[in-house]
């Protein structure tokens, strides 16, 4: 693949003060129809606009795979997706495997080039027993994510209400989805996986380094998972860029997987409804990101990526995305 050869270029024929950086942008279950570039009348996406007005569109790209798991394998490795086994569905919370470890990551190869990188959001390519398939074990030095979808099992709480509270269900009016019912308890000290008895347990955040990872919440609390995603995707292009380290940054949205959600600044502030306010927090993030680029002085030295795991979720109708 042209992106894995990109990354070739980079790690092997580049002085360390040519190396570019690099800044993939993945979105979830994000139609071609989503965004304000393609035409949307009412998706409220400035930055993602403006990245596309700046640069090149790649207007006949196809995913790896219509789900999410495959399609990530496909293009962390740039390798189709049956070769790694990551075929055809996806990992779920009660999944023993993952992403095989002598598979070469895009940032396993340039971390051997000597960038510094982090992922920050979703994996979906496996936890295992002793965490031998999250991302610090394939490439990454941290991540700061959600192992799998956020509907593992479906959360409770998405949104604030008008008043500020985080009290606002996922699925207003109507009951979850009993997709999934069970979640997997995680034992920090023995690195052991167990099923809790309901789905009163919820999704993991994970945080941290091969050397230290750990779950700071279960379950994560996604009205202010936007702020924390933010944070740790900004603060790690500003750390690398004081440090003159040429930098690799892995940003996986949640977003716009099923269920909507989003933080108190955005709930209510767009026309497209819950699926809207999604759309905005993730464009928000994405512009926080380019502007600490920017602010950084090595604009002109990072290769910026913007791009879906797959198409929209079509089956949820205005809560599941347009496909153009």
Same mark, same amino acid.
Not at 26 to 37: T, V
Not at 278 to 293: E, F, P, T
Not at 303 to 314: E, I, T, W
């Given at each position: 693949?042209?992106?894995?050869?990109?990354? $070739? *270029?980079?790690? +092997? !024929?580049?002085? /360390?003060?040519?190396?570019?950086?690099?800044? %993939?942008?993945?979105?979830?279950?994000? &139609?071609?129809?989503?965004?304000?570039?393609?035409?949307?009348?009412?998706?409220?996406?400035?930055?993602?606009?403006? $990245? *596309?007005?700046? +640069? !090149?569109?790649? /207007?006949?790209?196809?995913?790896?795979?219509? %789900?999410?798991?495959?399609?990530?394998? &496909?293009?962390?490795?740039?390798?189709?997706?049956?070769?790694?086994?990551?075929?055809?569905?996806?990992?779920?919370?009660?999944?023993?495997? +993952?992403?095989?470890?002598?598979?070469?990551?895009?940032?396993?190869?340039?971390?051997?080039?000597?960038?510094?990188?982090?992922?920050?959001?979703?994996?979906?390519?496996?936890?295992?027993?002793?965490?031998?398939?999250?991302?610090?074990?394939?490439?990454?030095?941290?991540?700061?994510?959600?192992?799998?979808?956020?509907?593992?099992?479906?959360?409770?709480?998405?949104?604030?209400?008008?008043?500020?509270?985080?009290?606002?269900?996922?699925?207003?009016?109507?009951?979850?989805?009993?997709?999934?019912?069970?979640?997997?308890?995680?034992?920090?000290?023995?690195?052991?996986?167990?099923?809790?008895?309901?789905?009163?347990?919820?999704?993991?955040?994970?945080?941290?380094?091969?050397?230290?990872?750990?779950?700071?919440?279960?379950?994560?609390?996604?009205?202010?998972?936007?702020?924390?995603?933010?944070?740790?995707?900004?603060?790690?292009?500003?750390?690398?860029?004081?440090?003159?380290?040429?930098?690799?940054?892995?940003?996986?949205?949640?977003?716009?997987?099923?269920?909507?959600?989003?933080?108190?600044?955005?709930?209510?502030?767009?026309?497209?409804?819950?699926?809207?306010?999604?759309?905005?927090?993730?464009?928000?993030?994405?512009?926080?990101?380019?502007?600490?680029?920017?602010?950084?002085?090595?604009?002109?030295?990072?290769?910026?990526?913007?791009?879906?795991?797959?198409?929209?979720?079509?089956?949820?109708?205005?809560?599941?995305?347009?496909?153009?």
């Amino acid at each position: 693949m042209a992106w894995r050869a990109l990354c $070739l *270029a980079a790690a +092997g !024929m580049l002085a /360390a003060a040519e190396k570019p950086n690099f800044v %993939v942008f993945y979105a979830d279950d994000m &139609g071609y129809g989503d965004l304000g570039c393609y035409g949307h009348p009412m998706s409220d996406t400035p930055n993602v606009d403006k $990245l *596309a007005s700046e +640069g !090149m569109r790649f /207007a006949n790209m196809y995913t790896a795979s219509p %789900v999410c798991s495959p399609s990530r394998a &496909g293009l962390l490795t740039g390798r189709y997706q049956t070769r790694s086994g990551i075929w055809p569905g996806v990992f779920s919370q009660q999944s023993s495997g +993952g992403l095989p470890a002598y598979e070469v990551t895009f940032a396993s190869l340039l971390k051997e080039a000597g960038y510094k990188t982090a992922m920050v959001g979703k994996w979906h390519l496996g936890v295992g027993s002793d965490w031998q398939y999250i991302p610090t074990k394939h490439g990454f030095d941290s991540w700061m994510g959600i192992p799998y979808s956020h509907d593992m099992p479906d959360p409770n709480l998405c949104f604030y209400d008008p008043s500020g509270t985080p009290g606002l269900p996922c699925f207003p009016g109507t009951n979850p989805e009993p997709m999934y019912t069970t979640t997997p308890i995680y034992d920090e000290d023995l690195k052991q996986v167990r099923l809790s008895a309901d789905d009163s347990v919820q999704i993991p955040l994970f945080n941290g380094t091969a050397a230290n990872m750990q779950i700071i919440s279960q379950p994560a609390n996604l009205t202010i998972l936007d702020d924390l995603y933010n944070d740790a995707a900004v603060g790690f292009v500003r750390e690398a860029a004081r440090g003159g380290q040429p930098f690799l940054l892995y940003y996986a949205f949640q977003h716009t997987h099923h269920p909507d959600y989003s933080g108190r600044m955005f709930w209510n502030t767009t026309m497209r409804g819950m699926f809207g306010d999604s759309i905005k927090a993730l464009d928000w993030s994405l512009g926080n990101v380019l502007g600490a680029v920017k602010e950084a002085g090595i604009e002109d030295n990072t290769f910026v990526f913007f791009s879906s795991d797959n198409g929209p979720s079509l089956m949820r109708l205005q809560r599941g995305g347009s496909a153009g």
